[in-house]
């Protein structure tokens, strides 16, 4: 099927992905952090790239995705923004910056779309949070919903385990869907849920439905840069697809640049001045 953007130069809006899944082209979605890699992300015709707040993790070295702060995701935000020239840009609202109070939520959001230049926010959570989502979505700002495994509830759940797998978890999921649809949101990503399940919410919903650990039944699919790139070598997930294995990659690199520099191999006369 030929891409539904075909000029790549176009920049993806919201809109282009609402057609895309009416068209039945898939939508690909990948998270970045920093200016370099977000300009090679871009540059593959990426559509969407998702500034998540996984950088607690895999950039701050963080054990979840709590500690980190507004003003952190804004440094790591702008960063991908200026990159993305093609890619729709969405950056994570960390945890504890739309909970409290939904007008600190409007705050935030307002703050994190100015300061970045990115084009949308994902938030998590359904019924309990809609009304904050509502009054972003109403100050001009698109939301991209997150249902499924929501890290920042971690302590909640007390597991990263597979989310919905019983009738009641999964009734509220689907009712949660429809109500983020409903309350304006632009797309929705399912984490770690059942396939099935994922299929029957993709199929209800007019709004494109991205999914990680949610099987092939949704309309695109969203992973960790690090994670696909094999950087982590330690987290292997059953969804988890490597592209390559960088960890092995960049280990040999900088063990050969240690050995060069220690046995004065390097810089030879070539590489001074
Ligand atoms: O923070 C993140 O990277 C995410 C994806 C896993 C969807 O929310």
Do not use: W
Not at 162 to 176: C, G, M, T
Not at 187 to 194: F, T
Not at 200 to 224: F, K, M, T
């Amino acid at each position: 099927m030929a891409n539904y953007i075909s000029d790549d130069k176009k920049k993806v809006t919201t809109h282009h992905l609402l057609e895309m899944k009416k068209q039945g082209e898939k939508i690909s979605m990948l998270t970045s952090y920093d200016y370099t890699t977000a300009t090679i992300v871009d540059q593959t015709g990426m559509d969407v790239i998702l500034v998540g707040d996984s950088a607690s993790n895999v950039m701050a070295g963080n054990a979840t995705t709590l500690p980190i702060t507004v003003d952190e995701m804004i440094v790591y935000g702008r960063a991908v923004a200026r990159a993305a020239k093609r890619a729709l840009v969405v950056i994570d609202m960390p945890f504890g910056s739309y909970q409290a109070d939904p007008y600190d939520g409007v705050q935030a959001a307002v703050r994190m779309i100015k300061e970045t230049g990115a084009d949308a926010l994902k938030l998590e959570g359904g019924e309990e949070f809609a009304d904050v989502i509502r009054r972003i979505i109403n100050a001009g700002i698109p939301v991209m919903g997150h249902l499924g495994l929501m890290p920042q509830s971690i302590h909640k759940y007390g597991t990263y385990g597979v989310r919905a797998k019983d009738d009641s978890e999964a009734e509220k999921l689907v009712r949660d869907a429809h109500l983020l649809e409903e309350a304006g949101c632009f797309a929705l990503v399912l984490e770690k849920i059942p396939a099935a399940l994922a299929a029957r919410v993709a199929g209800e919903l007019s709004i494109p439905v991205i999914g990680i650990g949610a099987g092939n039944g949704v309309d695109g699919q969203v992973l960790v840069v690090t994670d696909m790139l094999g950087m982590n070598d330690g987290f292997s997930p059953k969804f988890l697809r490597r592209y390559a294995d960088l960890h092995s990659v960049m280990t040999e690199a900088i063990s050969r640049y240690v050995h060069d520099v220690k046995t004065k191999d390097f810089p030879n006369e070539k590489e001074q001045y």
